[in-house]
């Protein structure tokens, strides 16, 4: 059957440190891939997207990688800040209109 | 500023009723979607627009229906309110690109409506 995992506990990181949040997905073949955030009580807002034929892609203290080979995609937040607490959501975007959303990982950031 | 905007932020109903959910949306994108967003299960499509007047089911159409009669806006019915649809809607749009309607980039998402149903 067709999956999109995220690590549904909660990630506990210190101020300052890198936090590296998963997604996995098995049975798709996605064009793209997404990272949003989302706050507690608010809609998704949209980070980056990465292509299939991209390995890596940057965005100021954001990098997203893309495995296809894995079928994994990782997120980096680089020197975290406790603003950069919220829940992270990976989506897939298949050969057709549908993007499919994983669970989310919930990232709390400590002073 | 590229804004979606849902009708309501709470809603509480009662089981049986007609329910009308509203998303505007002024970037005028072709795209228009309505998921439900439940814990542990992530945003799941119930249906989605490419053009007006145009609909497509995604994965949980059951019980709902959508309207768009204007590009700006689409609507989400549900025809009788049930407990299982207790659940936060989030609207979404995006720009229409690439050969098909079905390519598409990143989703502006509304600030959602957490809807009720007693």
């Known amino acids: 059957s067709q999956k999109i995992e995220q690590n549904s506990e909660a990630l506990n990181i210190q101020e300052g440190k890198t936090a590296t949040l998963t997604c996995n997905y098995t049975?798709?073949?996605?064009?793209?891939l997404q990272w949003y955030r989302q706050d507690p009580g608010r809609g998704p807002v949209f980070l980056l997207l990465?292509?299939?034929?991209?390995k890596e892609k940057r965005k100021e203290r954001l990098k997203v990688t893309f495995d296809t080979t894995l079928k994994q995609s990782l997120f980096h937040i680089t020197a975290s800040q406790p603003a950069d607490s919220a829940t992270y959501l990976c989506?897939?975007?298949?050969?057709?209109?549908?993007?499919?959303f994983g669970a989310g990982t919930r990232l709390f950031v400590k002073a | 500023d590229v804004k979606v905007t849902q009708s309501s932020r709470y809603l509480v109903k009662r089981t049986g009723e007609k329910v009308f959910l509203e998303c505007v949306q002024d970037?005028?994108?072709?795209?228009m979607f309505w998921y439900r967003q439940d814990p542990g299960l992530g945003l799941r499509l119930i249906y989605f627009?490419?053009?007006?007047?145009?609909?497509e089911k995604g994965d949980i159409p059951e019980g709902y229906s959508v309207s768009r009669e204007k590009k700006e806006r689409f609507s989400l019915i549900l025809e009788s309110a049930s407990t299982n649809q207790t659940s936060m809607y989030l609207c979404?749009?995006?720009?229409?690109?690439?050969?098909?309607?079905?390519?598409?980039?990143?989703?502006?998402f509304g600030q959602g409506t957490r809807l009720t149903v007693v």
């Open positions: 970037m005028d994108h072709e795209n």
């Open positions: 990465i292509r299939e034929n991209e």
């Open positions: 049975n798709y073949s996605p064009a793209y």
């Open positions: 979404a749009s995006s720009i229409l690109q690439g050969a098909t309607a079905y390519y598409y980039t990143e989703a502006f």
């Open positions: 627009s490419y053009d007006v007047k145009m609909k």
């Open positions: 989506a897939l975007i298949t050969g057709g209109f549908k993007t499919i």
